[in-house]
């Protein structure tokens, strides 16, 4: 292995012009740079094979991680890939290459909100929870997003992830591809194998939680529960899997079904690329469906409103809006079209309602996400008084719990109302 020379300059490839890139001391090691040569920002992170640190960007914060330069290249294209597809992953901004030595640095931005798997199961209650549920869904769903577009993941693991919550669902985005392939398909050997890849590294850092949980009380049981969690991964997998390639048969004039295909798969987030129909067996039809990305509802929010969100934060506030739209024609006896509707409830809902949630959470946290537990909230305080209470009462309420941390959730905020908001952040 060669020496870096601390006075030549690598090959740097940048896809930011941004003044703190291109002035980073490119020419030194990772583990060389200072505070006064960079804005060094300290990150929990997971396990890592190599040196990462952060650094401050104006207004985002930049991931770099140090690694082998055949590995960094290798990276660097999947994940540009994985951008150009609209897959959930970290987002690549450059590489440079040592001089002089065989280690290469990778550059991507960090993921804004988005949370390790141990600060967010930590945070729930011991044994089964919707948060857990809703996280192994998101790891099966990450998949079927990768295999999809033709991508082989090769370390599917929770250390290998971020989460971030979105709406009432949880959102997993792959941020290490250091052993990814990219492929026009990949065939079902390639998947079976990065299946059952995941499933065992899921099981493996579900009961290292879990023993880390029980530091001074491990028990087998807590072992079993997570190898039965990290196989259920593998269910959730295949039932999405064959949901979005189903070929079924149809009576000629049944378009009830086609029409019923149509919103089931909208209603998992999936805007219709084609529907293809032909002739089959005792004249009826074959019916296949291809779908885009999962960005059905984000798509038309951002149509009408221009805001851009999440697909289940979208799914969340187009309820909304159509809600307030249809309380705006019974209020005013008049019929309100769509421009009206989503342009009012910007001004008279949306935005007075996430300033004053800016006001007290600050910055740093996810306004949007803020907005949604509001909303979950608002359900679960009329649930309990039998009546709608109001999107006003349900603020306060939240605001008095604390305005809980995006990997509370409202729900599990009340139990805990104690708590301070600081402790949670």
């Not at 001391?25 to 040196?51: N, V, Y």
């Not at 919550?165 to 959102?171: C, F, K, P, T, V």
Request: hydrophobic share 40%; charged share 30%; aromatic share 8%.
């Amino acid at each position: 292995m060669t020496t870096p020379d601390p006075g030549a300059f690598p090959h740097l490839r940048l896809r930011s012009a941004s003044p703190t890139l291109i002035g980073l001391p490119w020419e030194l090691p990772l583990g060389s740079w200072t505070d006064g040569r960079a804005d060094l920002r300290e990150l929990p992170i997971g396990p890592s094979r190599h040196l990462v640190r952060f650094v401050k960007d104006e207004d985002r914060l930049i991931a770099l991680k140090e690694e082998p330069v055949e590995i960094a290249r290798r990276e660097y294209e999947v994940l540009r890939r994985l951008e150009v597809l609209q897959l959930p992953a970290v987002l690549p901004l450059g590489l440079a290459e040592l001089p002089g030595g065989d280690n290469a640095i990778l550059v991507t931005e960090f993921l804004a909100h988005s949370l390790q798997y141990r600060r967010l199961l930590m945070r729930l209650p011991p044994g089964p929870s919707g948060g857990r549920e809703r996280l192994l869904d998101a790891m099966a769903s990450l998949l079927v997003d990768l295999h999809r577009g033709g991508v082989y993941w090769g370390d599917c693991s929770l250390a290998n992830t971020l989460f971030r919550r979105d709406g009432d669902l949880i959102q997993a985005y792959l941020v290490d591809a250091e052993t990814s392939e990219t492929h026009d398909q990949l065939s079902d050997g390639q998947r079976e194998y990065d299946l059952e890849v995941l499933v065992e590294n899921v099981a493996f850092g579900l009961a290292d939680l879990a023993a880390f949980a029980r530091r001074d009380d491990p028990t087998g049981q807590d072992y079993d529960d997570a190898i039965r969690e990290a196989e259920s991964v593998q269910s959730r997998y295949r039932q999405l899997w064959d949901e979005l390639h189903a070929e079924v048969e149809l009576a000629p004039g049944d378009r009830y079904a086609v029409e019923a295909r149509i919103r089931r798969l909208n209603d998992l987030g999936f805007a219709i690329d084609e529907i293809e129909l032909e002739p089959g067996r005792g004249g009826r039809l074959r019916f296949r469906v291809a779908v885009t990305t999962r960005r059905f509802h984000a798509r038309e929010l951002e149509r009408r409103t221009g805001l851009v969100v999440l697909e289940g934060q979208a799914r969340i506030l187009m309820n909304d809006l159509r809600q307030y739209r249809s309380w705006l024609e019974w209020y005013e006896v008049r019929p309100i079209d769509r421009a009206e509707g989503a342009r009012r409830w910007l001004t008279e809902v949306f935005r007075p309602t996430t300033a004053r949630l800016a006001a007290v959470v600050g910055p740093e946290r996810d306004i949007i996400q803020s907005y949604c537990d509001v909303l979950q909230h608002k359900w679960l305080l009329s649930e309990q008084a039998g009546r709608d209470v109001g999107l006003e009462a349900a603020l306060r309420s939240y605001l008095e719990i604390g305005a809980p941390a995006p990997e509370i959730g409202p729900d599990l905020a009340a139990e805990q109302a104690a708590e301070r908001p600081s402790d949670l952040l």
